[in-house]
């Protein structure tokens, strides 16, 4: 049938209800892709598709081509609050200077809100100490209001434990898109390296460390972040973290991007294998005061199977090797204790169960010599520390009988903390008294060509929308294997355990597709359930809306 003008009639097509206010004032289609739509990535302008609370919540089951942030009513209420006012919905963490909030879009505010209720819970239970990172949110929060690059690894680091918790592949993507540009904007840090910006590319440097899932990755940003560590000592006493790098700063002569291994002995691996099986009877004497502590007790059980596993595996010979086999560990560490320390607070029974956690990443320092000790043991001592203290606290006669024996069982963990301080002081020693043998530090110039050829691996290009530009942190279509190459946290193949808008589950069970093909396998690799399926960590005692305070009930995966 001819047109108007006797051609060929114009083709139909289905008009976009959904799409940018950028393509409808362009009178063009919206292909409504997530979180920048392609006509305004073509353009290189911002797209504003993600302002909209309600547009990011899948219309149904079937349809879940928006990230699930878990929103609720009144996570949403709180954000459109906080939109209108600007008025930070946290003032106990305070934030100073605080970033434009109105600057952001609403789907930055609730990445925002979710580690914020998360640290505000802990700082409000005086528990912030107990944990890797929920100490030090506010001031990363602080930092971002003068360097966007930090604000997106703090989107980055959200997104990546929301993408964790509710197996959406799409909040992994919103992950991505986050982690390219503050990668970018670290780069651009370290060019221009002073102390005005040094805060900012270290808490940058960190929060995208916390997330690696590769060897290489991690390594390139933990040797960044000792370079960094070390220009920062003229003024290091001026900066906002301080305690940070009065505590964490590495050996001398620890070089993570060797990926030569370092030789143990047969006497090492004995000595190795008995301190598994050490951790392994203390945390078989736990259990049987855990038999009212469901969620505890699984944990426990988790750890146990974890530890079997190692004793079963080969010695690992790579460092490569040895950051797979502790992944799992690592992953566990940053999660576990904000959930069980959220359901419980300051329950004796989490505290003894959370201090073994922290107490077998000391204790495989040993077995793991060329990463253990920046991979988990070092963020592992302080918690490790303050639960020790609060747990010998409980030895007090005031406390019922069951209590104190509680207070006890600490007694390997406190051992643990002994030893590895002896052997922390005495490779000081060492380093301090024999010359380097290794070459010298890398200097901020190769640490940002490393960066720089890092981005070139993972084909960084003009476009930023991972979901259909090549992603420069490797991510794959749905239902295609991991590939350990991506630099940031994995999301773990499962059942959805939330519904459209991020509703609780009460069925959701733990299922794994993945073969187990090795004791431990690569990061990816899901690790199958060692006892029951998983529950949701928060949902002990309580309803499933969540707390007052808008922290979402979220379940832990292996």
Same mark, same amino acid.
């Given at each position: 049938?001819? #047109?108007?003008? #006797?051609?060929?009639?114009?083709?139909?097509?289905?008009?976009? =209800?959904? #799409?940018?206010?950028?393509?409808?004032?362009r009178?063009?289609?919206?292909?409504?892709?997530?979180?920048?739509?392609?006509?305004?990535?073509?353009?290189?302008?911002?797209?504003?598709?993600?302002?909209?609370?309600?547009?990011?919540?899948? &219309? /149904?089951?079937?349809?879940?081509?928006?990230?699930?942030?878990?929103?609720?009513?009144?996570?949403?209420?709180?954000?459109?609050?906080?939109?209108?006012?600007?008025?930070?919905?946290?003032?106990?963490?305070?934030?100073?200077?605080?970033?434009?909030w109105?600057?952001? @879009?609403?789907?930055?505010?609730?990445?925002?809100?979710?580690? !914020?209720?998360?640290s505000?819970?802990?700082?409000?239970? +005086?528990?912030?100490k107990?944990?890797?990172?929920?100490?030090?949110?506010?001031?990363?929060?602080?930092i971002?209001?003068?360097?966007?690059?930090?604000?997106?690894?703090?989107?980055?680091?959200?997104?990546?434990?929301?993408?964790?918790?509710?197996?959406?592949?799409?909040?992994?993507?919103?992950?991505?898109?986050?982690?390219?540009?503050?990668?970018?904007?670290?780069?651009?840090?370290?060019?221009n390296?002073?102390?005005?910006? !040094?805060?900012?590319?270290?808490?940058?440097?960190?929060?995208?460390?916390?997330?690696?899932?590769?060897?290489?990755?991690?390594?390139?940003?933990?040797?960044? @972040?000792?370079?960094?560590?070390?220009? $920062?000592?003229?003024?290091?006493?001026?900066?906002?973290?301080?305690?940070?790098?009065? &505590?964490?700063?590495?050996?001398?002569?620890?070089?993570?991007?060797?990926?030569?291994?370092t030789?143990?002995?047969?006497?090492?691996?004995?000595?190795?294998?008995?301190?598994?099986?050490?951790?392994?009877?203390?945390?078989?004497?736990?259990?049987?005061?855990?038999?009212?502590?469901?969620?505890?007790s699984?944990?426990?059980?988790?750890?146990?199977?974890?530890?079997?596993?190692?004793?079963?595996?080969?010695?690992?010979?790579?460092p490569?090797e040895?950051?797979?086999?502790?992944?799992?560990?690592?992953?566990?560490?940053?999660?576990?204790?904000?959930?069980l320390?959220?359901?419980? =607070?300051?329950?004796?029974?989490?505290?003894?169960?959370?201090?073994?956690?922290?107490?077998?990443?000391?204790?495989l320092?040993? $077995?793991?010599p060329?990463?253990?000790?920046?991979?988990?043991a070092?963020?592992?001592?302080?918690?490790?520390?303050?639960?020790?203290?609060?747990v010998? #606290?409980?030895?007090?006669? +005031?406390?019922?009988? =069951?209590?104190?024996?509680?207070?006890?069982?600490?007694?390997?963990?406190?051992?643990?903390?002994?030893?590895?301080?002896?052997?922390?002081?005495?490779?000081?020693?060492?380093?301090?008294?024999?010359?380097?043998?290794?070459?010298p530090?890398?200097?901020?110039e190769?640490?940002?060509?490393?960066?720089?050829?890092?981005?070139?691996?993972?084909?960084?290009?003009?476009?930023?929308?991972?979901?259909?530009?090549?992603?420069?942190? @490797?991510?794959?279509?749905?239902?295609?294997? /991991? !590939?350990?190459?991506?630099?940031?946290?994995?999301?773990?193949?499962?059942?959805?355990?939330?519904?459209?808008?991020?509703?609780?589950?009460?069925?959701?069970?733990?299922?794994?597709?993945?073969s187990?093909?090795?004791?431990?396998? /690569?990061?990816?690799?899901?690790?199958?359930?060692?006892s029951?399926?998983? &529950?949701?960590?928060?949902?002990?005692?309580?309803q !499933?809306g969540g707390?007052?305070?808008?922290?979402?009930?979220?379940?832990?995966?292996?």
């Amino acid at each position: 049938m001819a #047109g108007p003008g #006797g051609g060929p009639s114009r083709r139909s097509h289905t008009k976009s =209800r959904k #799409g940018c206010k950028t393509c409808k004032r362009r009178h063009i289609r919206c292909d409504e892709t997530f979180p920048q739509c392609r006509n305004c990535t073509k353009h290189q302008v911002r797209c504003d598709y993600m302002d909209s609370p309600t547009a990011m919540m899948p &219309e /149904s089951p079937q349809s879940p081509q928006q990230p699930n942030l878990l929103w609720t009513p009144e996570i949403e209420a709180t954000i459109e609050l906080w939109r209108q006012t600007g008025e930070f919905p946290f003032p106990e963490l305070r934030v100073y200077p605080q970033p434009q909030w109105r600057s952001l @879009t609403t789907v930055d505010l609730r990445l925002v809100h979710h580690l !914020s209720s998360i640290s505000n819970e802990m700082f409000r239970n +005086r528990t912030s100490k107990s944990t890797l990172w929920t100490d030090m949110m506010p001031k990363f929060l602080s930092i971002a209001a003068n360097h966007p690059f930090v604000m997106h690894s703090i989107l980055a680091f959200s997104a990546s434990h929301l993408a964790w918790i509710s197996q959406s592949t799409e909040t992994r993507n919103l992950a991505f898109y986050h982690a390219s540009l503050a990668l970018k904007g670290l780069h651009d840090g370290i060019t221009n390296f002073t102390k005005l910006n !040094s805060d900012a590319v270290l808490a940058s440097s960190l929060l995208l460390a916390w997330q690696a899932t590769d060897w290489r990755g991690w390594a390139s940003l933990v040797t960044g @972040t000792k370079t960094v560590i070390q220009s $920062m000592q003229p003024w290091r006493h001026e900066s906002l973290f301080a305690d940070y790098i009065a &505590e964490h700063t590495p050996m001398p002569n620890r070089h993570f991007m060797n990926p030569i291994s370092t030789p143990i002995s047969p006497d090492a691996r004995r000595d190795q294998l008995n301190t598994l099986v050490d951790i392994h009877a203390s945390l078989t004497r736990l259990q049987p005061y855990l038999v009212r502590n469901d969620q505890e007790s699984k944990w426990v059980d988790q750890l146990k199977g974890y530890l079997d596993r190692l004793r079963a595996s080969n010695q690992p010979q790579t460092p490569e090797e040895q950051f797979n086999q502790l992944y799992a560990l690592r992953k566990w560490l940053f999660w576990v204790p904000i959930s069980l320390l959220a359901a419980k =607070r300051g329950d004796v029974n989490v505290l003894v169960v959370l201090a073994h956690f922290y107490a077998t990443a000391l204790a495989l320092e040993p $077995m793991f010599p060329d990463v253990a000790s920046v991979f988990v043991a070092d963020l592992s001592l302080r918690p490790l520390e303050e639960i020790n203290q609060l747990v010998q #606290g409980f030895q007090d006669p +005031r406390y019922d009988s =069951r209590i104190q024996t509680m207070s006890y069982l600490v007694q390997f963990p406190i051992d643990m903390v002994s030893s590895y301080k002896t052997r922390r002081e005495w490779l000081r020693q060492q380093t301090s008294t024999v010359p380097p043998m290794l070459p010298p530090a890398y200097a901020l110039e190769t640490i940002n060509l490393d960066i720089e050829n890092q981005i070139a691996q993972y084909s960084y290009g003009q476009s930023l929308s991972p979901a259909f530009a090549p992603s420069p942190l @490797t991510f794959l279509p749905p239902g295609m294997a /991991s !590939s350990p190459s991506s630099p940031y946290l994995e999301v773990p193949r499962s059942v959805d355990a939330y519904g459209a808008a991020g509703s609780y589950a009460s069925t959701s069970s733990y299922v794994s597709t993945s073969s187990y093909a090795s004791p431990m396998g /690569s990061p990816a690799t899901v690790l199958p359930p060692y006892s029951a399926p998983q &529950e949701h960590a928060f949902a002990f005692g309580m309803q !499933s809306g969540g707390y007052p305070s808008g922290f979402v009930a979220t379940p832990i995966w292996t």
